[in-house]
């Protein structure tokens, strides 16, 4: 950015430096004079700070010990930059008549380009901006073992949860505050503070590291023998039976979680004829729909009108719709399957950052159920989400109204993402008042519930899981176990970062044989690794707990450390078959088997961990599956190959 505005500023200033003979025009050449200096010695400085970040490698920071001053020269070079900034301001609102219009707009432009870049700034500074650092350096360096029980370090992890809370209030300030909100704010920052607590590394070194952590994974998959993951061995006739038919009911039930979404889904999902379509007749059903059965955020009548061309319902088959959306707060809809004989209550899953907030609420919550023996934990910010759905469903009678005008009809619950872990505990919650409940789960969470309340799930939760989806893998003890092998794997590295991150870019985007991309340290460059990381300990040195972690793979010591929560219910897990045939004209296959929650214990990266979590992409390879005759049922070793680690 910064050289496009000294290079247009350069052409404005040579193209029009004898016509400076307008009203102020004898400012001008001083003015841009001094804005090419200013502007060349910051395009310098960031020059000298790239190439002097590119040296040494992510554990050995030696070669890098000047860029701390860098930066501060360069930060010191914002204030010039924002005086200049005010003088242009000045001079185009003043004393820029009679002005050639060329030079008035030029003028205008570098002075917003200025003024939008140091907005940016300032906002990053307020937001990335960690005033914890020189304390935490104290704190290491003062004890060889960090003790997390120390009054100093309470005080730390106190003010940096503060810290990450202030931040958070920050990216979501056009959220309305209330109680619900704080107190989420609040569960939120104590819970990323814990997780930084104990790190040195900033967000260029994790991605190096995940980079590097996608290439051993592939490796590993690559190592192991096709023949041996083929699919050969016959399933028993039972288990093929039940799969066969729970396919068939995920097909028919996940155009409700898909419903659920509204029209930014469909649009998403039909980007060609989507938007006519609601457009056609979004009123008309906003106002054929009763108006004390619709709640919240749908005066169009898109979203329900989306829900019409989804489901293929009618206008009465629908008994609530509530688009109601806040903190623990999701919507919802009740519907009547005439073609299942069933009452449906579909969740929706992630689409707001109330949404999101709700889904970071992660710590466990108590869950008592009766017959259930055992922790009963669950994941807060679900739980209080369906329980607020159970509120709404029971005391406003809302399922009874459903049932007195199908009084013989069986009750399923479903959802996607946040709706199919919501959907999961509101099924548990109403188990007891309808015993013949059927729940159908696509992607959930995978830190949802404890062992004992998963397995009491099976006997009436199917979960639907793809490929290398993130978010079933996505739990509390799943994000440690990832940091530290991010911290493992950054230890081995003997590659300078910039060389790592091109490299996996080419990686990510061309392909090519994990191979060719080393990162492991041999003998000598290991005991030449003496320097600290960051310039503040020697990544080695067991100084920290994560540090620790590292050499002994105990998680003893982590933040995280606690009960591990469980996917729900009976798992069908669907995995992408090898390719065959040439590149243009293969065609991708799919099959499905029943998994078990263990397999989920592990995040894979890859590009796929977020594709592989659309609903319309689910919702797709699901009716292709059951449309085919027979699909392929697979073993657990093809389960392995695939990414089940």
């Known amino acids: 950015m910064s050289c496009y505005r000294w290079i247009g500023i350069l052409v404005l200033y040579l193209t029009h430096r004898d016509q400076f003979d307008c009203k102020g025009g004898g400012f001008l050449p001083s003015y841009l004079i001094v804005l090419l200096v200013l502007l060349a010695a910051i395009i310098l400085a960031l020059l000298v700070i790239v190439c002097v970040s590119m040296q040494g490698t992510i554990t050995n920071p030696g070669p890098r010990r000047y860029i701390p001053i860098l930066i501060y020269i360069r930060t010191t070079l914002y204030l010039p930059e924002l005086v200049w900034a005010v003088l242009g301001a000045v001079w185009v609102n003043d004393e820029s008549e009679g002005c050639a219009s060329s030079i008035v707009n030029t003028i205008t432009i570098a002075v917003i380009a200025s003024w939008v870049f140091l907005f940016f700034t300032i906002v990053a500074v307020l937001t990335f901006f ?101 699919c050969t061995i016959p399933q028993p006739q039972p288990v093929a039976e039940e799969l066969d038919i729970e396919l068939e009911n ?33 009123m008309c059903c906003r106002s054929q729909f009763p108006e004390q059965d619709i709640v919240g955020g749908d005066q169009l009548g898109c979203n329900f009108n989306s829900m019409l061309q989804t489901t293929g319902l009618q206008y009465r088959d629908f008994i609530h719709v509530s688009f109601h959306n806040k903190i623990y707060e999701i919507p919802f809809f009740v519907a009547l399957d005439h073609k299942k004989e069933a009452v449906v209550v579909a969740v929706r899953g992630t689409l707001s950052l109330e949404d999101a907030l709700t889904d970071l609420s992660a710590e466990h919550e108590t869950l008592l159920v009766d017959g259930v023996t055992g922790e009963s934990l669950a994941h807060k910010g679900i739980l209080q989400a369906a329980c607020y759905i159970h509120k709404k469903l029971i005391k406003e009678g809302i399922l009874n109204q459903a049932f007195e005008v199908v009084p013989e009809y069986k009750l399923v619950i479903t959802g996607h993402s946040l709706g199919a872990g919501a959907a999961s505990i509101l099924a548990i919650l109403l188990r007891r008042s309808f015993p013949e409940l059927r729940c159908y789960a696509f992607s959930p969470p995978g830190g949802l519930l404890s062992k004992c309340l998963a397995d009491y799930s099976k ?58 991309f080393p990162s492991e340290l041999d003998d000598r460059q290991q005991k030449q690794l003496t320097q600290p990381l960051l310039a503040e300990q020697n990544l080695m040195g067991h100084r920290s707990a994560s540090y620790t972690s590292i050499a002994d793979e105990s998680p003893s010591d982590s933040p995280f450390h606690g009960p591990q929560l469980f996917l729900p219910g009976k798992i069908i897990y669907i995995v992408k078959e090898p390719s065959t045939g040439s590149f243009c004209f293969s065609q991708a296959k799919y099959h499905a088997s029943w998994s078990d929650a263990s397999s989920f214990s592990n995040i894979l990266i890859s590009p796929r961990m977020i594709t592989d979590h659309m609903p319309d992409l689910l919702f797709d390879l699901l009716k292709d599956l059951t449309q085919e005759a027979p699909f392929i049922l697979c073993p657990t070793s093809y389960i392995a190959e695939n990414g089940a680690h």
Request: one cysteine or more; glycine letters at 6%.
């Open 130 to 230: 960690d005033p914890l650092g020189r304390c935490t350096r104290l704190n290491f360096v003062t004890s060889r073992v960090h003790n997390l029980e120390s009054s100093d370090s309470i005080q730390a992890k106190s003010v940096a949860a503060r810290v990450w809370e202030y931040r958070l209030k920050l990216l979501c300030c056009c959220i309305m505050k209330d109680a619900d909100n704080r107190s989420a704010f609040t569960n939120i920052g104590q819970l990323l503070s814990a997780f930084f607590v104990d790190t040195d590394l900033v967000p260029g070194d994790i991605a190096a590291g995940l980079t590097l952590l996608h290439q051993e994974q592939d490796k590993s998959e690559q190592s192991q023998d096709l023949e041996e993951v083929a």
């Open 250 to 282: 995920s097909a028919h039930y996940m155009q409700y979680a898909v419903a659920a979404y509204g029209w930014p889904l469909y649009i998403f999902s039909h980007p060609c004829t989507g938007l006519c379509k609601l457009s056609r007749n979004c």
């Open 459 to 516: 006997g009436f939760i199917i979960s639907v899981v793809l490929g290398k989806d993130l978010i079933p893998r996505l739990s509390l003890g799943n994000v440690e176990d990832l940091k530290r092998r991010i911290l493992k794997i950054v230890a081995q590295s003997n590659r300078p970062k910039y060389q790592i991150l091109l490299r996996g870019c080419w990686y990510e985007v061309f392909g090519g044989d994990p191979d060719n």
